[in-house]
């Protein structure tokens, strides 16, 4: 067994690409579904939280404050296209499409391709009860970056061990 295998950190995956972060935020692949943090286009202080789920590619998207998305009705919204844009340049095309079990049948995916394989099966909205926790996770991840710069482990984070300290 390697000395990574024996040690319990998570390995960080590198971005596929650069992006920018103001028009969405915050982009993860977890819980079964891709679900991130959209900026709205017409108000600075409202966000939404859109997902899309694996496999049915059942869609939600609300602001906040839990109000719904004008635009995803009856299909995603411009927020969910951002969103899968996103995530393909974080997570890059293949990762998410196979995430998300998507199956492009020309080639190459991309996010225009993603975006048009699941709109095509006519996908339902789905609840928007995880709103509250990608949030709740967006807000978090902003809490560390009020941090300053430390190399010192982070108290909160204290059950990680130190990448030397294998048994």
């Known amino acids: 067994m390697s000395d990574?295998?024996?040690s319990s950190t998570a390995r960080v995956?590198?971005?596929a690409r650069p992006r920018k972060l103001a028009k969405v935020p915050f982009v993860e692949l977890a819980d079964g579904r891709l679900q991130g943090v959209v900026s709205s286009g017409s108000d600075i202080e409202r966000v939404y939280v859109s997902s899309v789920a694996a496999g049915?590619?059942?869609y939600a998207c609300s602001t906040n404050n839990n109000r719904?998305?004008?635009g995803a009705r009856g299909g995603f919204c411009k927020h969910i296209g951002a969103l899968i844009t996103e995530a393909v340049l974080q997570y890059g095309a293949e990762r998410v499409a196979r995430y998300l079990r998507v199956d492009v049948a020309d080639g190459e995916p991309t996010a225009q391709s993603l975006h048009l394989t699941m709109s095509q099966t006519r996908p339902s909205a789905?609840?928007?009860k995880a709103a509250a926790s990608v949030f709740s996770r967006f807000l978090?991840?902003?809490a560390y970056l009020e941090l300053p710069p430390t190399t010192a482990p982070l108290a909160e984070m204290h059950w990680f061990p130190s990448t030397r300290a294998v048994a």
Request: with cysteine; glycine share 6%.
């Open 4 to 6: 990574f295998e024996r």
């Open 13 to 15: 995956i590198p971005p």
């Open 140 to 142: 978090r991840h902003l």
């Open 68 to 70: 719904p998305c004008g």
């Open 126 to 128: 789905a609840d928007s």
């Open 56 to 58: 049915t590619y059942a």
